[in-house]
């Protein structure tokens, strides 16, 4: 049934409660009968009305208010609201709507717009809205206010304050990223008592906590993206967190140094992502196992039972035993975007019990060349690996196999037995990349399936819910054909029986289209 016909219902079944009323006054002087006695008619009844025409009357269960809330609570915000417009029960109702979120596109703020005037349009629903809620209830809110500065919206203060109870479950404030100057009110939650609070994100402004914030003892959550805050008052705000399991850290330039204290024994995924001026990340947390580093070179620390590594940066591998200075005897899975070159230093034994290697190669190498066969120690360095994943850089025409007449290399000695799948996307005819294919068929026995993607397709039409394909460069889509012949040359006469062997091409449709 929709909102606005449940509006309409309530209203009949209010306008038929008194002139029930209406009649029972007037039957109680007239009919010396009891009322009750006459009772027993079905909910739903039809009248006959003059000139032979018939109205069915419907009747819906009047339900105490807390259930209706608790209905209420499941429609969609944007339903809810409207029919809080309809009708004064369903505005009883949304004062206690327990999840808000407001957006450009939840308030109508279209691209027509300009700044000002999105801005004062934004201001203006939210304040509609909020007016009308008591706070009472009140478990979620999300303000995604972006395009334009903070400063162009006054009522942030009163919209926090609003939120901000001791019922508040999760709280996100998302503002432009260019210029962080509006200020978080910290003394809202410094005197906030209880602790509901399990996730918070905060972005785009300036966050100060100088005194520890007992209302985030059972915070889990936590994701601070370009916000201004020091190194002393992030070390105050990760001490009132000791139940904390998830801590995102981006774009934030006042930190050098982040320290995690080994007070947060809940934490298991950790990420930072963007912070220029950082060079040491000390982790104490016992049980971090998941680590998400996309920052620029920096000094690693981090715990024993960390099981998995992404490092997105370029310089990866030539800094690895500068950013890893001890082995990670736990470590399963490791993602690491890397620049190769020919005198790429040797790896040791350090992923004693990695299974999961993806590797993704930076496509601005300097000389642009890129000697995929140097990848050969890291899997060397993996004595237990099942699953390797490449991802190889832009096509360079130089590095072309039929532009160099020089022998296969090959690295006798290397052997990765457990090693059972393998896939290469964006494959193409540079020498090194085929040379690293013939040496892991050579030398994994185990191997099961080696999957050669020259397409290069981040998504493709054959997925359930794609239309069509990643559009392709024109270099990628005039490598295609001589990557294919390289496979048909080099590759697949050496192919066991035992292996399964997948080369994808390009969508004809879509290419054809483009």
């Keep these: 049934m929709g909102v606005l016909a449940l509006g309409r219902l309530i209203s009949a079944q209010r306008q038929r409660r008194r002139q029930r009323r209406r009649r029972r006054r007037i ?57 809080a417009c309809v009708s004064h029960a369903f505005l009883r109702c ?29 201001a203006s629903k939210v304040n509609q809205v909020l007016k009308k809620h008591s706070g009472i209830g009140l478990k979620t809110l999300k303000l995604e206010f972006l395009g334009h500065n903070s400063s162009d919206c006054s009522s942030l203060d009163s919209w926090l304050r609003v ?33 509901s609070i399990r996730y918070v994100h905060l972005s785009g402004c300036v966050f100060r906590p100088v005194v520890r914030l007992s209302c985030f003892r059972s ?65 104490k947390a016992l049980n971090l196992s998941s680590f998400y580093f996309g920052g620029k070179q920096g000094q690693i620390s981090h715990g ?9 940066h370029p310089h990866a591998l030539d800094n690895a035993h500068a950013m ?21 230093p040797m790896m040791h034994s350090q992923f004693l019990r990695i299974k999961y290697l993806r590797i993704t190669v930076d496509g601005y190498a300097f000389p642009r060349i890129n000697d995929y066969i140097s990848l050969v120690p890291f899997l060397d360095a993996s004595p237990c690996l099942e699953s390797f994943f490449l991802q190889a ?47 892991i068929i050579e030398n994994a026995g185990s191997l099961q399936s080696l999957t050669l993607d020259t397409a290069d397709c981040s998504r493709r039409c054959s997925d359930s819910d794609m239309d069509s394909c990643s559009t392709l460069g024109q270099s990628t889509l ?29 969508c004809a449709r879509c290419c054809n289209a483009s």
Excluded at 109 to 119: I, S
Excluded at 170 to 175: A, Q, R, T
Excluded at 324 to 344: F, V, Y
Aim: aromatic letters at 6%; glycine letters at 4%.
């Design 324 to 344: 890893l200075q001890t082995t990670i005897p736990n470590l399963e899975t490791l993602d690491i975007s890397l620049r190769l070159k020919a005198d790429t």
């Design 219 to 283: 915070l889990m959550n936590l994701r601070l993206y370009h916000v201004r805050i020091s190194e002393d008052e992030l070390g105050c705000l990760l001490s009132s967190c000791s139940a904390l399991e998830l801590f995102a850290f981006g774009y934030c330039n006042e930190i050098t140094c982040l320290k995690i204290p080994d007070m947060l024994q809940r934490l298991n995924d950790l990420q930072v992502v963007g912070c220029n001026a950082l060079r040491v990340v000390e982790s």
């Design 478 to 506: 005039m490598e295609v054909p001589r990557a294919l012949f390289a496979i048909r040359r080099y590759v697949e006469g050496i192919v066991p029986s035992t292996m399964k062997l997948d080369v994808l091409e390009p």
């Design 393 to 439: 850089a832009e096509p360079m025409e130089h590095e072309s196999i039929f532009r160099d007449p020089s022998p296969l290399r090959r690295m006798p000695g290397h052997r990765h037995d457990k090693l059972k799948s393998v896939k290469i996307t964006g494959f193409k005819s540079a020498k090194s990349l085929i040379e690293l294919t013939l040496h």
């Design 94 to 122: 949304w004062r206690f709507y327990p999840n808000i979120g407001f957006s450009n596109s939840t308030v109508g703020c279209n691209g027509v717009l300009t700044k000002a005037e999105t801005a004062r349009k934004f």
């Design 163 to 195: 939120a901000i109870t001791s019922e508040i479950e999760e709280l996100g404030l998302m503002l432009s990223s260019e210029v962080a100057t509006y200020r978080f009110p910290c003394s809202l939650l410094s005197g906030l008592r209880g602790n």
């Design 304 to 312: 024993e039972q960390l099981k998995n590594l992404t490092m997105l």
């Design 27 to 83: 039957q109680a002087r007239d009919d010396p009968v009891p009322l009750l006695a006459k009772r027993g008619r079905s909910s739903w009844q039809q009248d006959d009305r003059s000139e032979g025409r018939k109205r069915v009357k419907y009747s819906i269960p009047d339900l105490p208010q807390k259930i209706w809330r608790h209905i209420i609570s499941l429609v969609p915000m944007q339903d809810a609201a409207r029919a």
